[in-house]
């Protein structure tokens, strides 16, 4: 699967949606202040929660959403708890059953723009992109935090929570076809959340801590040749290699 093309002269902007448990319903916040902007992502992607509250924007279900979200209480959270003895402490089969008939329950090609959710390997402890297949599959797979949720066979692989490999799946979205990408880390403070092309260059009040050695085990020659394959290729979702090098980027600078 390719890039889509992009058109001349249009900038490509990707929404990267991170983790962040409870925190998470933050990115609602996010998204409305982006419309207020006049700001349209072209590109959405997320890990865990982020991958939750993304598929029911780009469903088209963000207000309903919300209202449930502001709509719950104590009695709610307790009622979707679907205690399990085995591989996690709840099943989320009754949140994920909810999710399905009140929100998002579409293939995620049938979306109204690109989507994808980043989920992890339960045996190899690799990242993999869920882009096609029923949306609540993908979220369910993406929020399945080992120990709290079980685990989700998809393909012949177990996955759990994709913010064990990819915390802000800005790689995702730069695979997907996004020149521009603003991504929303909700685990951290004082650092710009938005990223080009280019390395990034961090807009901290503190210098940013250096970068961690290179990589090597990505497979590429160089830096260059590992950007370059990131800008511009659509790498294998069950082992994105190229992925290394953003992720040693973004670690000195959360954008």
Request: glycine residues 10%; hydrophobic residues 40%; proline residues 9%.
């Amino acid at each position: 699967m390719k890039p889509p093309p992009a058109h001349p002269g249009k900038t490509r902007i990707g929404l990267a949606l991170g983790g962040g448990s409870a925190r998470g319903w933050a990115h609602i916040g996010v998204i409305r202040a982006l419309q207020d902007a006049g700001i349209e992502p072209d590109i959405v992607c997320g890990t865990s929660i982020g991958a939750l509250v993304g598929a029911a924007y780009v469903g088209g279900e963000l207000d309903p959403l919300e209202a449930w979200v502001r709509s719950l209480r104590l009695q709610t959270v307790v009622g979707f708890l679907d205690f399990s003895l085995t591989g996690g402490l709840i099943k989320g089969e009754k949140l994920i059953g909810f999710f399905r008939n009140h929100f998002v329950d579409r293939d995620i090609r049938e979306l109204a723009r690109p989507f994808g959710a980043v989920a992890t390997d339960l045996q190899r402890g690799r990242e993999v992109w869920l882009r096609e297949g029923p949306v609540t599959d993908a979220v369910r797979a993406s929020i399945a935090l080992p120990g709290l949720f079980t685990p989700v066979q998809l393909d012949g692989r177990w996955l759990v929570d994709g913010g064990l490999v990819n915390p802000v799946p800005v790689s995702l979205c730069r695979a997907m076809g996004a020149d521009l990408v603003i991504a929303v880390d909700l685990n951290t403070t004082g650092w710009a959340v938005t990223s080009s092309p280019h390395p990034p260059k961090c807009r901290a009040s503190a210098p940013p801590p250096s970068p961690k050695p290179w990589p090597t085990q990505c497979g590429c020659a160089s830096r260059q040749a590992c950007r370059n394959s990131a800008s511009t290729t659509m790498r294998d979702p069950k082992f994105p290699p190229c992925s290394m090098w953003w992720r040693a980027a973004s670690t000195s600078c959360r954008y």
